[in-house]
């Protein structure tokens, strides 16, 4: 049995490096029943990929699985698999698995860091600095108190809920199929009712993997059920925002402003108006990122090659269908 390693040609200091202490991690799980070889140069991770029985890596780096027969189990170093998800993949045998929940701890504190950035207005404090200015803010607030929606309370859903219940939140959020409501949060709902809670919430919060389904979920009819003060947080992915239709709502202030870790287009282009909104966050896509990412990655992925060696089902298994 051969197993793929295709790693993220990086520095050291990079969250996605991949260290020689994990190789022999992974190694100590095998006991000399795999042959395990890990590449950063994608020429090779090709050749490698052609009698592989499993690959791992970050979907950008994993080779097009067309044409590879021997293939049976793919792990994303990443949560998003959508490059992953060929219809050749979809329609083969071949079992899918993420890293989903690995994130949860830096994206959740990333939304907080968003929500307070608005409540204590630190960046109208920060531009003023730079211009050497001291005007004290009379209209800064408290996150203690508002409603946030959480749309998707899945891991990272989940972790910011209960983030924002520990600051005193009253927390909402839509999942999409029924379950038990965690005690952190305090009105849970179907995804069928998004639009009837749009208008509670000050914060809007999307956790959501971009499928289908939830491609552009939320455009100019969303937009029109929020509050014109609501906030609007995207960690998810940039395609489930309609984006000509929010840089529309904002300027016109039927909301009051965004935060965006992602958007449809990334980079996001220098002619983007977003970038010069004065109610709009911007960060490159980088809530997920830690020094403990790779760690926390291979630690998940290690468990579930333990599983495959014994025959046990895997953790965190993709459904090709829906996508996540």
Same mark, same amino acid.
């Given at each position: 049995?051969?197993?793929?390693?295709?790693? %993220?040609?990086?520095r050291?200091?990079?969250?996605?490096?991949?260290?020689?202490?994990?190789?022999?991690?992974i190694?100590s799980i095998?006991?000399n029943?795999?042959?395990?070889?890990?590449?950063?140069?994608?020429?090779?991770?090709e050749? %490698?990929?052609r009698?592989?029985?499993?690959?791992?890596?970050?979907?950008?780096?994993?080779?097009?699985?067309?044409?590879?027969?021997?293939?049976?189990?793919?792990?994303?170093?990443?949560?998003?698999v959508?490059k992953?998800?060929?219809?050749?993949?979809?329609?083969?045998?071949?079992?899918v698995?993420n890293?989903s929940g690995?994130h949860a701890?830096?994206i959740?504190?990333?939304?907080i860091?968003?929500m307070?950035t608005?409540?204590?207005?630190?960046?109208?404090?920060?531009?003023n600095?730079t211009?050497h200015?001291?005007?004290?803010d009379?209209t800064?607030?408290?996150?203690?108190?508002?409603?946030v929606l959480i749309?998707?309370?899945?891991?990272i859903?989940?972790?910011?809920?209960?983030?924002?219940?520990?600051?005193?939140a009253?927390v909402?959020?839509?999942?999409r199929?029924?379950?038990?409501?965690?005690? %952190?949060?305090?009105?849970?709902k179907?995804?069928?009712?998004?639009d009837?809670?749009?208008p509670?919430?000050?914060?809007?919060c999307?956790?959501?993997p971009h499928t289908?389904d939830?491609?552009h979920?939320?455009?100019?009819?969303k937009?029109?059920h929020m509050?014109?003060t609501a906030i609007?947080?995207?960690i998810?992915?940039?395609g489930i925002?309609n984006?000509?239709?929010l840089?529309a709502a904002?300027k016109?202030?039927i909301?009051?402003?965004?935060?965006?870790?992602?958007?449809?287009?990334?980079?996001l282009?220098?002619?983007?108006?977003?970038?010069?909104?004065?109610?709009?966050?911007?960060?490159?896509?980088?809530?997920?990122?830690?020094?403990?990412?790779m760690?926390?990655?291979?630690?998940?992925?290690c468990?579930?090659?333990?599983?495959?060696l014994?025959?046990?089902p895997?953790?965190?298994i993709?459904?090709?269908?829906?996508? %996540?």
């Amino acid at each position: 049995m051969k197993l793929l390693i295709a790693t %993220y040609p990086v520095r050291a200091s990079h969250p996605h490096f991949f260290k020689p202490a994990h190789l022999k991690q992974i190694k100590s799980i095998t006991k000399n029943k795999v042959e395990v070889r890990a590449t950063a140069d994608k020429k090779k991770a090709e050749l %490698y990929a052609r009698d592989a029985d499993i690959i791992a890596g970050h979907p950008g780096d994993i080779p097009r699985l067309v044409g590879i027969r021997n293939i049976k189990w793919v792990q994303s170093f990443s949560a998003g698999v959508d490059k992953l998800l060929t219809p050749e993949v979809i329609r083969s045998p071949i079992v899918v698995t993420n890293v989903s929940g690995i994130h949860a701890t830096p994206i959740a504190e990333h939304v907080i860091g968003f929500m307070l950035t608005f409540t204590r207005r630190f960046r109208e404090t920060w531009l003023n600095q730079t211009k050497h200015i001291w005007k004290p803010d009379q209209t800064v607030t408290e996150l203690r108190g508002k409603t946030v929606l959480i749309a998707g309370l899945g891991n990272i859903g989940g972790e910011v809920a209960r983030l924002s219940h520990c600051f005193g939140a009253r927390v909402i959020a839509v999942s999409r199929n029924a379950r038990a409501k965690p005690l %952190y949060v305090d009105l849970l709902k179907t995804e069928k009712y998004l639009d009837s809670l749009l208008p509670e919430a000050d914060f809007v919060c999307i956790c959501l993997p971009h499928t289908k389904d939830t491609h552009h979920l939320f455009d100019m009819s969303k937009f029109k059920h929020m509050k014109r003060t609501a906030i609007l947080i995207n960690i998810g992915r940039g395609g489930i925002i309609n984006e000509k239709e929010l840089v529309a709502a904002l300027k016109k202030k039927i909301i009051g402003g965004a935060a965006l870790d992602v958007t449809e287009e990334e980079p996001l282009s220098p002619r983007s108006p977003l970038w010069d909104m004065e109610n709009v966050i911007i960060t490159p896509h980088h809530s997920g990122m830690s020094e403990k990412y790779m760690d926390r990655a291979i630690a998940l992925f290690c468990g579930n090659l333990k599983n495959f060696l014994a025959g046990k089902p895997l953790k965190n298994i993709v459904n090709k269908k829906l996508g %996540y």
